[in-house]
């Protein structure tokens, strides 16, 4: 069984390998290696970060975590999603878990939007994103090269809180 918590510190060297796990895909980001703890903290918000440990053994199989938007206040409920599960937890429903459990936090946090760039190769990640209320807004034609030299594309998602920042306006969410 899976149980969900809080990622921590002390997480790292499970986290740094999903990430690699992710990189060996080809289709889950453009680095080409895992960064040190000190930048990838500084990287990502403090809060949420989402952890799901495998059953007793307390092994990390799968994270989930925000990025900033911007540093203008005008975006400070925006944030970008990053979600990665171990290779050998795929297909568990444990990115679900992860990213449903991500959305729920971040609104306690106060952030009304989510975004998230996904290769558009990567089909799977595109529908759990679509499943949890992500909808695409766009495709980012060339956006960046791979270390290969290849361009990529990448599908621009959002998610927009019903519950943070939301305001009526005659029956419907504005």
Avoid: C
Avoid at 98 to 122: C, D, H, K, Y
Avoid at 133 to 153: H, P, S, T
């Amino acid at each position: 069984m899976v149980r969900l918590d809080t990622l921590r510190a002390g997480d790292w060297d499970d986290v740094r390998r999903i990430f690699l796990e992710g990189i060996a895909t080809g289709n889950a980001t453009f680095e080409t290696g895992a960064p040190s703890w000190q930048r990838w903290d500084a990287d990502h918000l403090p809060a949420p970060r989402v952890a799901a440990r495998d059953g007793d053994e307390e092994r990390l199989v799968g994270w989930a975590v925000l990025s900033s938007f911007s540093s203008r206040p005008v975006y400070a409920g925006v944030a970008e999603v990053s979600v990665y599960v171990a290779e050998r937890a795929r297909g568990r429903g444990i990115g679900r878990s992860l990213l449903a459990e991500l959305v729920a936090r971040s609104e306690a946090e106060g952030l009304w939007t989510l975004q998230a760039g996904i290769f558009p190769e990567n089909e799977v990640s595109i529908a759990l994103h679509r499943a949890l209320g992500f909808q695409v807004v766009g495709v980012r034609q060339r956006l960046g090269r791979m270390a290969n030299g290849a361009w990529r594309d990448v599908v621009l998602l959002e998610r927009r809180s019903d519950t943070v920042g939301a305001t009526k306006a005659k029956g419907r969410i504005v």
